[in-house]
């Protein structure tokens, strides 16, 4: 699926197919990466698979992840065939997969006889990706995985994304799975104001009134907040749309932006542990945001006024 309504075409063998697995329930910057991703004519957008997060909001967070899903496409008018869903809960442990619909979509996908490069990005834990690897390693070397997670080199610590399934991770930074990590120091990078949202998304229809407000609701909810807020911690007026940097490495991927290292593992507590002996990963140190949320605000706002 590819939105292509620009006075510009992408050129030929510059395409990607991209599949996006997503816990968009999770909290509220999901959604506007979902809505980037659908509107960037270089995607061939070929799946878009809801995760679980955990069950400490919800018993049910795969299928609220999905309803997500569904309403943003709804709001956006598009086909939602490519939705399906991933897995209910996290990995029983490094060798056991969770089969699901989105795992064998990831298996089909790769398998498939294209010359169009595959991306996959993972916005909450890595279930998915694990799962369909240990059910077909075959997969391996046919795509490229983009993980929004992990905490702040070298030492690691707690990071939510993680949080929902340590053995997942080990299982894909264990793996030949060529792999691109955005770690929580890198996705923090993204910081925007609300009124900076109120004043760019706010006024783009319904869509754009939609991402606001569920914004809004959610970082002024009971689970946004420890009281006193920690030095550099939120302060009622900005969010961090941490999961855009995955549609912007697609877009523009620049290479001093990123590190090689052996893909290190994680313990329980999750710091890394580093294992010179696995194949190396590029670990990002910076992303653009302002080309980011530029190119998002202005693939938002184009399409609400087209559409309307």
Request: proline share 7%; glycine share 6%.
């Amino acid at each position: 699926m590819n939105y292509n309504n620009y006075h510009f075409t992408i050129p030929s063998g510059l395409n990607i197919r991209v599949i996006t697995n997503t816990d968009a329930k999770n909290e509220a910057d999901d959604q506007y990466a979902i809505v980037h991703t659908m509107l960037s004519p270089r995607f061939e957008n070929v799946g878009m698979i809801a995760a679980h997060f955990g069950d400490i909001k919800s018993p049910h967070t795969m299928k609220d992840s999905y309803d997500e899903i569904v309403k943003l496409f709804d709001l956006m008018k598009m086909d939602k065939s490519i939705i399906t869903c991933g897995a209910p809960y996290a990995m029983p442990d490094e060798k056991v997969p969770v089969d699901s619909p989105g795992a064998q979509l990831i298996i089909e996908e790769a398998m498939k006889d294209s010359d169009i490069p595959l991306f996959i990005t993972f916005l909450g834990p890595l279930t998915d990706m694990a799962s369909a690897y240990l059910l077909e390693p075959r997969i391996a070397e046919r795509l490229t995985c983009i993980w929004i997670g992990g905490g702040v080199y070298p030492n690691g610590g707690a990071e939510y994304n993680l949080s929902n399934d340590i053995a997942a991770a080990n299982a894909v930074f264990n793996s030949p799975i060529p792999l691109w990590q955005v770690p929580k120091n890198v996705y923090q990078q993204m910081l925007v104001s609300i009124v900076e949202l109120e004043e760019r998304i706010r006024p783009q229809g319904e869509l754009g009134k939609y991402l606001f407000e569920q914004l809004v609701e959610h970082a002024h909810s009971k689970f946004a907040y420890r009281i006193p807020v920690p030095p550099g911690g939120r302060t009622g007026e900005t969010w961090v749309l941490g999961d855009n940097p995955a549609v912007g490495l697609m877009l523009w991927d620049h290479p001093n932006d990123f590190d090689w290292i052996p893909a290190p593992n994680f313990t329980q507590d999750m710091h890394y542990i580093h294992n010179l002996s696995n194949r190396p990963i590029r670990v990002y140190k910076h992303v653009d945001s302002r080309f980011i949320l530029e190119d998002m605000y202005a693939k938002i706002n184009k399409f609400t006024r087209i559409s309307s």
